[in-house]
Antibody
């Protein structure tokens, strides 16, 4: 079945980097764009970006450029989110999500990874 | 960027009640609107796409309508398992923003 399996929780110090992985299975990886959604503790859902799984080109929301690096590895059908120069306010649950329609861009999200908790604390 | 505003931010209702949640877009998004349900500690669940199309497997007590800028999600006959936070999200163009959420309690 269609699945997005994310890497495990991370505890990092401020200034460090973290890389979150999202392994896709059960469908043709390059037929769908991959999106990332953030949820800070006790807060709502925040769309971060989507990445074209054919070209590797990301489109990010304001606030998720620069320190946030979105990439894909088609050979392993895995999407990655790297956050550099971590700040305490980056502490959140990060979800990779796939859309319902076979498209690289805008979409409603019917497939969600289980989420990866990133905690930034000294 | 398109802003999504949900109301109310929270509500309390009784089992069997009809519950309506409103979502307003800051500009015309046609029918590029989805709804999600998130129970505490759980991954969001996809309910509705295309403003009114029910995702397979979602109970038929959930319905939604709207087009343009104004949308509603209705739960006809609230059940205990419907306690959750509900989010709308537009997918007209990037950034694909979510509403702030509506917490439904019994």
């Amino acid at each position: 079945q269609v699945q997005l399996e994310q890497s495990g929780s991370e505890l990092k110090k401020p200034g460090a980097s973290v890389k979150v992985s999202c392994k896709a299975s059960g469908y043709t990886f390059t037929n769908y764009g991959m999106h990332w959604v953030r949820q800070a503790p006790g807060q709502g859902l925040e769309w971060m970006a989507w990445i074209n799984t054919n070209t590797g080109n990301p489109t990010s929301a304001q606030g998720f450029t620069g320190r946030f690096v979105f990439s894909v590895d088609t050979s392993t059908t895995t999407a990655h989110l790297q956050i550099n120069s971590l700040k305490p306010e980056d502490s959140a649950l990060y979800y990779c999500v796939r859309g319902i329609s076979m498209t690289q861009g805008r979409n409603a999200f019917n497939i969600w990874g289980q989420g990866t908790m990133v905690t930034v604390s000294s | 960027d398109i802003q999504m505003t949900q109301s109310p931010s929270s509500l309390s209702a009784s089992v069997g009640d009809r519950v309506t949640i409103t979502c307003r877009a800051s500009q015309d998004i046609s029918n590029y609107l989805a709804w999600y349900q998130q129970k505490p500690g759980r991954v969001p669940k996809f309910l509705i796409y295309g403003a009114s199309s029910l995702q397979s497997g979602v109970p038929t007590r959930f319905s939604a309508s709207g087009s343009g800028t104004d949308f509603t999600l209705t739960i006809s006959g609230l059940q205990p398992e419907d306690v959750a936070t509900y989010y709308c999200q537009h997918y007209k163009s990037a950034p694909l923003t979510f509403g702030g959420g509506t917490k439904v309690e019994i």
